[in-house]
């Protein structure tokens, strides 16, 4: 029996990247071969993944494959050259339930690989030359295979529908234009393609803004997941240590007690031990002389007992029962009740603390919005509510920034201070940061001291090094600053400045409602007067900040609330 002959055409040895014949042909470990130039240019893209993938099956391949020339490939690539040998159209060609027929094809019907609307009709690509070589056929328009030609033509008319009608918004022919649409508001079917195109194109620009708008939402909030676990976990771990320290210093306390008490049961049973013996010894004298003289008063010869009575020796001294006193039975009660103080003070204390630990717990917040806000505070006592305790962070401080009482004070000093060098620390604006991050609902006051103190709230990632407007609090879109100055106030963001109005006052107050998007400053007197409230959307963490401009010895100070 004579072996069929394998059959092999320009499709079998094409690279599927530039659809031309294979060029310097190689293979990649998965089996699928590329022209070596179009599969680097593929892999080059791909660098900063550092995951090299098959563009047909995307299996992925780490390292990078080394790639060498097909040496087959390339032979059998020359031979096609040679020969111009094509083979028989294979059976992907063929039309399927799901595929466009060529209309012209007799018998099976091969894929079509274009329509056109002129024809109505779909073409193979063997059909489809005519349209490429006869000089009528050129001008038609071809579009990609459609099972839906006959919409294009008018039911009523049977012409094809040029026309589109803007009153009735539809398509039609040109002698529905002349019957029925008489009159309306037509323009041509490409005309009003090319002006649904570009709403289309608008359409899409404005859903692809929304995507990019929501990716980078779900990134944030991805990142907010990262914070409150990584923050939750380190918290987790102190508090273990610390209440480990805390067990650890009760067990000593425990031993303390237990090797002291004991210390002192051992001294006072053995002096108890001691008098006892003395006492049993006396007792065993006192008996051995009772006998003598038991003994002595039965002799009744006279001679003999007033000889043997000089001979009784003397009694010692005795032991007076004044000496023993014998104390309540309490002995070391005392001591369990001292313990038993300490105990219910610790509980006391535990019991006072952990409504402020479980509190705290309770207050963390996130991103997300709660279908119920509470109402916003109205009186100074329920800003108090939501004072927190700031402190100033000496790695953010510019070096002429001096921090004092315990990172609450700052003064604009002539003289750089001997700070160490650090990443965070703003190099040319007199400004610094808290230390805390701002989430929730908080409220802090500052005591100015001075004309050119401007208070500020902005994100941790502000730029730090350098004299842009990125570094500068209210420059940027990551920054909000009121300025105070002797006789006005400015708000500041983005570079934008809006004049204040209010009564002056050396104390500033600055409510932040991190969820509900609400930054509000207040001048802080007798009474408390709103100077300018900010609503937007916050989408990281704030740190409070300060900013010095004018003079020497101005100061700042975060008062202390509670």
């Not at 040029?162 to 918004?169: A, G, N, P, Y």
């Not at 604006?429 to 409220?443: A, H, N």
Request: proline share 4%; aromatic share 6%.
């Amino acid at each position: 029996m004579a072996q069929k002959g394998v059959q092999l055409g320009q499709e079998t040895l094409s690279c599927s990247i530039c659809l031309d014949l294979l060029k310097d042909p190689v293979t990649v470990p998965c089996g699928h071969s590329y022209c070596m130039k179009c599969i680097k240019s593929h892999w080059d893209t791909e660098v900063e993944k550092r995951v090299y993938s098959c563009p047909q099956c995307r299996q992925d391949f780490t390292p990078r494959p080394v790639l060498r020339k097909s040496t087959m490939l390339a032979d059998l690539v020359e031979k096609l050259k040679k020969t111009g040998l094509q083979a028989a159209p294979a059976d992907h060609c063929y039309a399927g339930s799901e595929d466009v027929a060529c209309d012209v094809c007799t018998g099976r019907k091969l894929k079509a690989c274009k329509s056109c609307l002129q024809c109505l009709a779909s073409y193979c690509e063997k059909h489809l030359q005519s349209h490429f070589e006869a000089a009528p056929l050129k001008k038609h328009k071809l579009v990609e295979p459609s099972k839906k030609l006959q919409e294009n033509v008018c039911s009523r008319h049977n012409e094809e529908m040029k026309v589109f009608c803007r009153t009735d918004q539809q398509s039609i022919c040109l002698l529905c234009l002349m019957d029925e649409h008489k009159g309306h508001d037509t323009v041509s079917a490409a005309a009003e393609w090319s002006e649904r195109q570009r709403e289309l194109e608008v359409s899409q620009q404005n859903i692809r803004q929304r995507i990019q708008d929501r990716e980078k939402d779900v990134k944030l909030l991805q990142q907010e997941v990262e914070a409150i676990n990584g923050s939750a976990d380190k918290t987790v771990g102190n508090s273990e240590k610390i209440f480990t320290e805390l067990i650890r210093l009760m067990e000593k306390r425990r031993s303390d007690v237990k090797q002291q008490v004991r210390s002192q049961q051992q001294t006072e049973v053995s002096r108890v031990r001691e008098l006892q013996e003395k006492l049993e010894q006396e007792i065993t004298e006192l008996k051995r002389k009772d006998a003598e003289l038991e003994k002595l008063s039965h002799t009744e010869d006279h001679n003999q007992f007033l000889h043997d009575y000089p001979s009784l020796s003397p009694l010692s001294e005795s032991t007076h029962s004044s000496s023993i006193k014998i104390r309540p039975l309490r002995f070391f009660e005392a001591v369990t009740t001292a313990v038993s103080e300490v105990r219910d003070k610790l509980q006391d204390v535990l019991r006072e603390k952990w409504t402020n630990i479980s509190q705290t717990v309770t207050e963390v917040d996130v991103l997300l919005s709660e279908p119920e806000p509470e109402p916003e505070p109205k009186t100074r006592a329920e800003f108090l509510k939501y004072s927190r305790d700031i402190t100033l962070d000496p790695n953010t401080a510019h070096t002429l920034l001096l921090l004092s009482k315990r990172n609450r004070k700052v003064t604009l000093m002539s003289e750089e201070q001997s700070y160490s060098s650090h990443p965070d620390r703003f190099t040319e604006y007199w400004q610094v940061l808290s230390k805390e991050s701002l989430m929730g609902r908080c409220y802090w006051e500052v005591e100015r001291r001075g004309e050119g103190v401007y208070v500020a709230v902005t994100y941790k990632n502000i730029s730090r090094a350098g004299s842009s407007d990125e570094c500068l609090f209210g420059c940027n879109d990551k920054s909000w600053r009121l300025d105070c100055d002797s006789n006005s106030y400015d708000f500041y963001y983005n570079n934008v400045r809006t004049p204040v109005s209010g009564p002056q006052s050396s104390r500033v107050g600055v409510y932040l409602d991190h969820r509900a998007g609400i930054l509000s400053f207040y001048s802080i007197s007798k009474t408390m007067t709103l100077l300018h409230r900010v609503q937007t959307t916050f989408t990281q963490p704030l740190h409070a900040g300060l900013r010095f401009v004018y003079s020497f010895g101005d100061s700042a100070e975060l008062c202390k609330l509670k």
